[in-house]
């Protein structure tokens, strides 16, 4: 297998970089052995030498999220940008569950598939579209965000992106511990299914951008076809006369909850996206990464949600089934729909594991955002943040483990939510006030508080989007006084996205006005 991105075997008798200036710069130097280090008495620099030594090594990397500059890029192959997005726990149950939310929402197949259709293709066409500022600019998506959200706002992207990232790929460990425990019979706890897929998660993300792309380029292919398969041998048990539960004013709410998720479970990429684009050209065509960025994205998830949908559907004929979903989630109907029984389980075996690609994703790029919310926090290596946010995924698959469709559809609205906010924001500012050229961003300054937005305007939008959002939100927690009124139905996405675009424009000539930048 080849690749464009070179993944350098260890070489004898090459100097490490050994640590950080204050600056953040590397300084070159051979340490002639570990104890040199250890009479620092520093343990980040400790750090630092052993993060080198994992570069060095095993070609994990190093760098943080500094701006990647166009003569030291590494491009990898073009239609990468078309394929990672399959590996994204795309052919996984977490996705499978998702396809499910039709059923439970109380409309019939026919009506579930065309929303789901739809709502996946909002979700991509934003997230492609703030793809197409990674290789124009060099610098992860959090970065961008400085030249619209300003300085300190940034960082409260940086924690709702953390947030998202993780909780979404919880819900991929967690429906990928009930598929392996159903496997096992339930001799194997969800517990250890859990720690199972989130570790091989951790050894993926802990490789850091080269190896994760490599990876993710590739890994979707077995979950393809086995995915062909299921639509195979579920197909005949599908029924498309049956007819939806939901009438009425709760039928609109049913639409409009199942758009909402379906579009949050593709918005998610909004936040992060651009990670995966900084090696590519700065001079590629912005055109050309967004369409395959959004048909590749939006092929793959809506391929990946439609075995849930076909079995939502069978689920409501089969009183049986969908107590077996409620008891045990989706991995135990699956076993039961799939003939024969070993090859049942073996499909269900290699579907548990579609989780890892997403949880890979979501250590690495949680890192990445981790190490934007403070200087100091920029100076630990990424292999120690990506530990933190394998932790995090642990914590919150495990407590959310035990009500897996209501933890499924809160996270998937919230994000969603989020990032119609973050979207609104980086939208309005690109088109009009740097007229859509990137030559109209200082991109040198990317990292002086000084030469960046202030961020009252940035900051101002995203509360008035969160108080759209809000007002129109429905989750197991709190219903919004608007969305009450049709019937809990969530319109938390279109507030959202009405209010950021009205509120951001004046509040921005303003903060031009008065603050100069």
């Known amino acids: 297998m080849t690749t464009d991105i070179e993944l350098t075997p260890a070489k004898k008798d090459v100097a490490l970089p050994e640590i950080l200036s204050p600056e953040g710069s590397l300084k070159d130097a051979s ?25 060095h090594k095993l070609g994990v990397e190093s760098q943080g999220p500094e701006r990647v500059l166009p003569e030291n890029r590494q491009p990898p192959k073009l239609w990468y940008m078309f ?34 259709m739809f709502g996946i293709l909002l979700g991509c ?6 793809g197409t500022l990674g290789p124009a600019t060099g610098l992860r998506q959090i970065s961008v965000s400085r030249y619209s959200m300003g300085w300190w706002p940034t960082k409260i992207v940086a924690i709702f992106n953390i947030f998202g990232l993780i909780g979404f790929a919880s819900v991929q460990c967690i429906t990928a511990g009930q598929g392996l425990s159903a496997v096992s019979g339930y001799s194997l706890s969800i517990l250890v299914g859990i720690v199972i897929v989130t570790v091989l998660a951790l050894v993926i993300g802990f490789g850091g951008y080269r190896i994760l792309l490599v990876i993710e380029a590739y890994f979707w292919v077995p979950f393809f076809l086995l995915t062909l398969i299921l639509f195979g041998e579920t197909g005949d048990k599908v029924s498309l006369q049956q007819p939806a539960t ?37 001079d590629i065509s912005r055109v050309k990464v967004y369409f395959l960025t959004m048909f590749g994205m939006w092929i793959a998830n809506f391929v990946g949600v439609l075995p849930g949908c076909l079995i939502g559907s069978v689920l409501a004929q089969n009183a049986s089934l969908a107590a077996a979903y409620d008891a045990h989630g989706i991995g135990e ?3 039961r ?27 690495y790029s949680a890192a990445l955002a981790v190490q934007q919310l403070a200087a100091p926090l920029q100076m630990v290596p990424h292999f120690f943040w990506s530990l933190a946010s394998f ?18 559809s809160n996270i998937l609205a919230l994000v969603g939510y989020f990032n119609t906010i973050y979207f609104a924001i980086l939208f309005t500012e690109h088109v009009l006030f740097r007229r859509g050229k990137i030559t109209n961003y200082d991109l040198d300054g990317w990292n002086n508080r000084s030469r960046l937005p202030v961020g009252y305007a940035g900051f101002g939008a995203f509360v008035a989007g969160w108080v759209g959002s809000v007002l129109g939100m429905v989750s197991s927690f709190y219903v919004g006084v608007i969305a009450e009124r049709i019937g809990g ?29």
Request: hydrophobic share 50%; aromatic share 14%; net charge positive.
């Open 333 to 335: 109907v699956m076993l």
């Open 337 to 363: 729909l799939m003939y024969p029984s070993g090859f049942a389980k073996f499909v269900m075996v290699i579907f548990s594991l579609g989780g890892i690609g997403f949880g890979a994703i979501a250590i």
């Open 391 to 408: 932790a995090g995924l642990m914590v919150l698959s495990i407590v959310g483990k035990t009500a897996v469709p209501t933890f499924l």
């Open 125 to 130: 066409m934003t997230a492609a579209w703030c």
């Open 31 to 55: 340490a002639s052995s570990v104890g040199e280090i250890y009479k620092r008495r520093n343990i980040l620099e400790c750090l630092r030498y052993y993060e080198a030594i994992l570069d």
């Open 83 to 116: 394929v990672i997005w399959a590996s994204s726990g795309t052919f996984g149950l977490g996705n499978f569950s998702i396809g499910t939310l039709g059923w439970s929402y109380g409309l019939s197949l026919g009506q579930t598939i065309p929303i789901m």
């Open 246 to 282: 939901a009438s009425g004013m709760k039928f609109t709410a049913a639409v409009l909850n199942l758009l909402a998720s379906s579009y949050g479970c593709t918005s998610i990429f909004c936040s992060w996206i651009s990670d995966y684009f900084v090696h590519y050209p700065a």
């Open 489 to 517: 139905g969530d319109v938390a996405n279109m507030l959202g996205l009405v209010f950021a675009l009205v509120s951001y424009p004046p509040l921005r000539y303003l903060e031009l006005l008065f603050c100069g930048r």
